[in-house]
């Protein structure tokens, strides 16, 4: 048998309705693509509860479930789906900690957020939720599958 191809890792990141609403998309954007990463899929979604519900099941038994579903669907999210390597990891720390308070100075959430109810940027906890959540927001039709034509800086 040949060698097996590997598809390259995933992240799915996501600007919350605070960091559209303050006009942090591109910023955000930025950093992702500053970084190295590549963008597979982008969109501008006002998303249902059904799938904010299923996006945050993990955490349907905590007190802040009903306003954290409340938060997402108050108002359009901007939907990526980042690729390269180790990019769950690196974007993770790109993010920074879920309370912003925590959040190192550089980092999304340390540069821009104070409340952990109100942390503009999700970004995938593992390379199996990176592809479980990209399927869910983005469905089959939604990620682009492209290289960039020059990457030496890259590799
Ligand atoms: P995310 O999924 O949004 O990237 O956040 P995370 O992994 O850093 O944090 P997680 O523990 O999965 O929590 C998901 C989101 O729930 C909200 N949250 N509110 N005490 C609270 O009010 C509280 N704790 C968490 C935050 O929006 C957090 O990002």
Known sequence: AGPVAVRAEIS??????????????????SRFERKGFQLKGLKLF????DIAEEHYKD?????????LVEYIL?????CMVWEGEGV????????GATNPLESEPGTIRGDFAVKVGRNVVHGSDSVENGERETALWFGKDGVVAWEPTIKPWLV
Not at 19 to 26: A, D, E, F, I, Y
Not at 59 to 67: E, G, I, Q, V, Y
Not at 74 to 78: A, D, T
């Open 12 to 29: 799915y990141v996501m600007i919350k309705p605070d960091g559209v609403q303050r006009g942090l998309v591109g910023e955000i954007i």
């Open 46 to 49: 006002q998303c249902t509860k």
């Open 59 to 67: 955490l349907a038994s905590k007190p802040f479930f009903p306003a």
């Open 74 to 78: 108050s108002g359009p999210v901007v």
């Open 88 to 95: 769950v990891k690196s974007a993770r720390k790109l993010i």
